[in-house]
């Protein structure tokens, strides 16, 4: 077990590498570093350039790459446009996204698993037939535009929540915006967990299980779905990256100030340090949650070890 | 080493080793559930499966057989017919010019002839949504062909010749897989200033292809290890004829399922960078640009809003139910 997490850990240093490198050219080379520093005007040559020598931009660009990397690992994120430090701005943020992806995940686990135990057991059943078209629909229709519907009919026309979340974004005001943002791959798990356990409800094991004369809900908690959230599992371990930088839409809508929040406001003001911080960080995020999936494998089914 | 999972896969995964026997089993009920329900139409033709008077039918023609008696295929199949032919002659079923607007007209309900109402800029909302499919259209077309050529080149070379090679583009992959799509697209797109649609649909290609190309990659690998590639090798076969006349054929399925059913996620995704500013810019009609502009004003006038979204979101709809129909005739067993 040992050996393996070191020999993953070793073999995300590439990734981590790569993914940051990649961010770090998009922002760099593509953008203007320096343009967002003298606000909305242009900047004149002779303070574009003191301002590139200053921030060490005159460099090639591995060596600034790798001068960033190096502040990186010392906990210097650098300092956003208004001279803020992007670990402070990090600290406040990711609090509020941390949250806010919780509460998708808590509605994906409760209401995607559910959903799918109650379908897979059914299946081709009305109750079956209407899940899966409620899914089809839910998946079709865009995050954002789930988003602007909700806001419009719950916040605006029936008031039941607050169109916008306060700048402390308690659970309570997070509960909205996480549905929206957990909706499509609340469908996805729902699908899931259907597929899965209608396929695993024809194994040799259930048989067995019902054979020697075990109650049907412990056949189904206990042997069914042990087995059959296997690659549920995975596939929400794997979505906590993608819903944390997906938040940015969900964010945008109901004018959260996470994660997402801040990426916008450093894109838009060509904020590179805030930029691939925040991206250095969720990259990080999604290859933990990576290897914590595959470490619960072993835990799940226990037919896998890891030598 | 254990390969990253594909969550999508994962339920046939999941199965295991010991399961290979079920999952024969169930291949074969469903496959008999299939035929038990395309029996009526089949009418006196359709003899038993496999006897010696029925004809050999190969995998596509098994498909398209399927296909043609699924109404999600054929209710889907007509909305896309309609969408594409919308999006090559709009002035069909609309008159209007989506770029005329009035003022005046500001956000006033429906009216004859106007049946959407119009816009925050007084254009005609009926016909701004007619024009809109267009970008949609080909945004998820283009991206989707793009993404198809590079992944299933890449990913099944890789998986053809193995080695040094399909390591590195396995972690080139992994390496894509970690950043967030929507905010690599706003990353990349926000420097772009041109206005056509061919740098969003740049971007889907550069950020999409490792997906198609780990599903051609392992449908490669499967695929070359069958008897008849094993005998090709032996009767002293070129690589490329292997790959062209032996394993493309039948490593290709995989990648045209998760290629269709991606098609309506990148129009999804399309509209989702418009909305956030960065995908398509405004001479271009387009419905994200336009539900983006109609969020600001959501309160006074929700029908601005409502027709370009309830349009995303029936092609989007209709591109994964697509591919759910393909994917169900051309691999039974992940029904």
């Known amino acids: 077990m040992g050996r393996y997490v070191i020999r993953r850990l070793l073999q995300m240093i590439p990734v981590f590498i790569g993914a940051t490198l990649l961010i770090f050219l998009m922002v760099n080379v593509m953008g203007d570093p320096v343009a967002g520093l003298c606000g909305d005007r242009r900047c004149d040559p002779a303070t574009a350039a003191r301002l590139k020598k200053e921030f060490g931009l005159d460099k090639p660009v591995w060596q600034q790459y790798a001068t960033y990397m190096g502040n990186v690992f010392t906990g210097d994120f650098g300092t956003a446009f208004n001279g803020q430090k992007v670990t402070e701005l990090m600290s406040t ?3 509020v996204t941390i949250r806010l992806t919780l509460v998708a995940i808590v509605f994906e686990i409760a209401i995607g698993i559910t959903l799918g135990v109650l379908t897979g057991l059914r299946r081709g059943r009305p109750v079956d037939t209407a899940v899966l078209i409620l899914t089809l629909v839910v998946i079709s229709v865009p995050t954002f535009v789930t988003g602007l519907l909700l806001q419009l009919f719950l916040g605006v026309e029936w008031g039941v ?8 974004a308690t659970v309570d005001e997070l509960i909205v915006p996480g549905l929206v943002l957990a909706s499509v791959s609340l469908a996805y798990v729902t699908r899931l967990t259907r597929t899965s356990i209608a396929e695993n409800r024809r194994a040799d094991y259930v048989r067995t ?7 049907r809900r412990r056949v189904i908690t206990r042997h069914l779905l042990r087995n059959s959230l296997i690659p549920v599992v995975t596939f929400i371990g794997t979505d906590v990256g993608a819903l944390m930088g997906g938040a940015i839409v969900t964010e945008r809508i109901f004018n959260i100030h996470g994660v997402g929040f801040q990426l916008y406001q450093g894109i838009l003001r060509q904020s590179t340090q805030t930029v691939v911080g925040f991206v250095t960080v969720l990259v990080l995020v999604f290859l933990m949650a990576n290897l914590i999936v595959d470490l619960l494998y072993a835990v799940l089914d226990p037919r896998i070890r890891y030598a | 080493m254990p390969e990253p999972h594909e969550p999508a896969e994962g339920a046939v995964a999941g199965t295991g080793m010991g399961g290979a026997m079920d999952l024969a089993a169930s291949e074969a009920t469903t496959l008999a559930a299939g035929e038990a329900g395309a029996g009526p139409g089949a009418g006196p033709g359709g003899g038993p499966r496999g006897g010696p008077s029925a004809p050999a039918r190969s995998l596509w023609s098994d498909a398209w057989r399927d296909l043609r008696r699924n109404p999600v295929f054929l209710v889907s199949g007509l909305i896309i017919l309609f969408l594409v032919l919308i999006s090559l002659w709009p002035s069909a079923i609309t008159s209007g ?4 607007c009035d003022l005046a007209n500001a956000q006033k309900g429906s009216s004859p ?3 959407f109402g119009f816009n925050g800029q007084g254009c005609d909302v009926y016909t701004r949504t007619v024009y809109g499919a267009r970008a949609s259209v080909t945004v998820g077309v283009c991206a989707t062909l793009g993404v198809a050529v590079l ?8 998986g053809f010749f193995g080695g040094v090679w399909d390591a590195i583009l396995s972690r080139i992959t992994d390496v894509f897989f970690a950043i967030p799509v929507v905010l690599g697209g706003l990353v990349l797109l926000s420097v772009v200033t041109s206005n056509t649609v061919w740098p969003v649909i740049g971007f889907m290609v550069l950020l999409g292809w490792p997906q198609i190309s780990r599903i051609a990659r392992g449908s490669v690998i499967t695929a070359k290890q069958h008897d008849y590639v094993q005998a090709a090798r032996a009767l002293g076969a070129s690589n490329a004829r292997m790959l062209l006349r032996h394993i493309a054929p039948n490593a290709v399925a995989p990648v045209i399922v998760v290629a269709t059913i991606a098609l309506g996620t990148y129009i999804a995704l399309e509209a989702t960078l418009s909305y956030l500013g960065v995908g398509l810019k405004p001479p271009t009609v387009s419905w994200g640009i336009d539900i983006s502009a109609a969020s600001q004003y959501i309160r006074n006038a929700p029908h601005m809003l409502l027709w370009p979204a309830g349009a995303l979101a029936v092609t989007v709809l209709a591109f994964i139910m697509l591919g759910d129909a393909v994917r169900d005739a051309l691999d039974p067993k992940l029904r």
Do not use: T, Y
């Open chain 1, 93 to 95: 943020a990711f609090p």
């Open chain 2, 97 to 100: 010019d989506p770029l005329d």
């Open chain 1, 161 to 168: 929540i607050k169109p916008s979340v306060s700048s402390e």
């Open chain 2, 151 to 158: 992944g299933s080149v890449l990913g099944g070379l890789a």
């Open chain 2, 113 to 115: 002839g106007h049946p």
């Open chain 1, 209 to 215: 299980a019902v054979a020697k004369g075990l109650p």
